[in-house]
C-alpha cells in the first residue's frame, strides 16, 4: 500500500483558459505542452490503516492548510473509485519546482500525487485513466502524465470521459530548451483560477479565442512532427499574446505582465531581429518562459540575464513522464 | 481669398480604430474624444492666382515629401467643390503640437488645413459639413472642429454623407485635465494606418471589439453629461486597453506598448488605489495620457514625474473648436 511517483512540470504552448465545468475540471479548449526535464515533483504515498485521516508533508513540513484540503479531497476520489472509503495515507512530497519562476507546482503535485496513490492501491490504470484523474486535481496536471510534447484534448462528454492527454511526440524526439526567467517578484492582483473564471464570464475576446484555438493547435503539432522550430515558437507567442489580450476585454480589465515582462518579451523579438530564433510564452501571471534551439543557448541566455528586471534565468529540457521510484 | 484657422487636437476616450471605407476615411465604429487646449495647429490658407502649384511651409520651413502631397491633394477636394481648379494656394502652418508626446498632428493640422481653406474660398460650410471634409484629410481631424466633447459618428451611408462628429458637451461643461506623458523615445514598428489596418483584416478580437463599442459610447456620454469622473475614466480606460488587445490578435501580432507604457499604466493604477482618481488611455504608440481632476494635480504630475522612463509631464485642459484669426 506505498508508491512513489515522480512528475514533471510542463509548460503550455497552445493556453488552457477556461473551464466549461468547474467540478469536473473540463475545459473549454484542448491545449498543448512540453514537458519539462527541470522542474519536478516526488511524491510518496502510504495508505496504513491505523492512521485517521491523511498527514501531508511538502518539503518535509507538515501541511494544515488549504493545500491539506485540496490533497485529502483529492485521495477521496481514490477511495471511492478503489471502495477503500476510511483508508487514509501518509503523503510525502518534494517539490522542485521553483515557483519564484512562476510555475504551478499543481501540474507536477497533482500528476505525481495522483500516480503514487493509483500504485499504492494497486489500481493498474491506463496512462488514459490516470490522465483523467490527474485532470481533476489540477487541469494542466493531465498533461504531466507523459512526457515529451503533450495534447490535453478537450473532450466533449459531460462527463469528462472523453478529456484526457495523449503524446503528440515523445521526449527524444526534439531537443529544445526552455528558460525559465525569473522577475523581480511582486504580488499577483489576480489569481489564475479567478482571472480565467472572469475571463471566460465576461470578455469580449473570449469567442474569437475559442475561434482562434482549432487551426493554432493543428499547426503547432505539424509543426513539431516536422521539427519546424519557427513554426512552433511563432504560433505559441502569438497564443500566449491572444490569451493575455482576452483578460484585457474582461470586465473589469486585468492584466497578469508588468513592465518588467514586458521588458524581456522586448529581448526575446530584438532577439529574433539579431538572428536568433527565440519565442516567448506567458502563462498566467508576469514571468516569462523562453524557447530556443541548443545551438543558440549561449547567446540567448547572455541577453536575458542581461536585460533590465531579470533576477535569474534557469534552463530546462524536454523532459520525461510519470515514473516510479 | 485668405484665411488663418486654428485648430486644437484631441484625445479619444473611445478609440477610433479601424476604416470601412480607405478612401472617404469612414470609420468601423463611432468614436469620442476630448479636445485639449494646449496643443493646436494655426494655419494660414492664401489662394494666389499667379501660383502654378501648391506651396506648404510647416514651422517656417518648406515641405516636399509625402506631407506636401497629403496637402495638395487635400486642397483638390475643395477645388473640385468650389469649381476652381488650377488655383493654387500658399499654405503656412505652425504646429504647436508635441509629437513627442504620441499626439498625431493631423488631427488639429487637418481641421485647422479645412478651416481655413473654406474661409478662404468663403464657401460658407455649416460645422457638420466642415467635420465631413476634415474627415476626409485625417479620421480623428473631424472632432477637432468642435470643442469640450465630441462624437465622431460613424455614419451608415457609403458616401460619408452621414459620418461626421457632433458635440456631446461644451468645453466649459466640466475642467478635467489630460496629461501627456513623454516617455524614452523609440522608434515605432507599426504605423497607426497599418496596424489598424492589419487589425480590421487579420485580429480575432475585432468582432468583440465592435460588438463592446455601443454600449461603452452611451454609457461614457451619460457619465460625461453627469460630470461622473470615475464612469468616464474606467470606461475610457478599459476600452484603450481593448484596442490595444485587439494588435494581440492581429497576424501576426503586434503591441504599440513598451515596458515604459506598462510602467506607467501601473503608475496609474497605484495612483487610483491611494485614493487618487486616475485614469490612462493610449493611442496607437507607446505615450499614455492621464486624465484626472484639477484638485488632485500635484499629486498626479508628481507620480508621474518620479516614475521610471518619463522625460516629461504636459499638462492640458479641455479645448476649444476651431477659431478663426
Known sequence: MRATAKAHTNIALIKYWGKRNEELILPTNSSLSVTLDG??????????????????????KVIKDIAYERVTNYLELFRNYANKQGLYAEVNSINKVPTAAG??????????????????????LSEQELSKFTRQG??????????????????QANDGSDSYAIQIAPQDHWDIRVAAVVLTAKEKDVSSRVGMKRTVDT????????????????????????????????????????????????????????????????????????GFPAYFTIDAGPNVKVLYLPKDEQEVLKKLRQTDGVTDVIVSKVGEGISYV
Open 39 to 60: 522542474f519536478y515533483t516526488r511524491t510518496t504515498v502510504h495508505f496504513k490503516n491505523e492512521l485517521q485521516k491523511d498527514v501531508f508533508t511538502l518539503n518535509d
Open 103 to 124: 510555475f504551478a507546482s499543481s501540474a507536477s503535485g497533482f500528476a505525481a500525487l495522483a500516480a503514487a496513490t493509483a500504485q499504492a492501491l494497486k489500481l493498474d
Open 138 to 155: 489540477s487541469g494542466s496536471a493531465c498533461r504531466s502524465i507523459y512526457g515529451g510534447f503533450v495534447e490535453w484534448q478537450k473532450g
Open 203 to 274: 470578455s469580449v475576446f473570449y469567442d474569437g479565442w475559442l475561434d482562434s484555438l482549432p487551426a493554432d493547435l493543428e499547426a503547432i503539432k505539424e509543426g513539431i512532427v516536422a521539427k519546424d522550430f519557427e513554426k512552433v515558437g511563432s504560433i505559441a507567442e502569438a497564443n500566449c499574446l491572444k490569451m493575455h489580450a482576452t483578460t484585457l476585454g474582461a470586465v473589469p480589465p486585468f492584466t497578469y505582465w508588468q513592465d518588467t515582462t514586458m521588458t524581456v518579451m522586448q529581448t526575446v523579438q530584438s532577439l529574433r531581429k539579431s
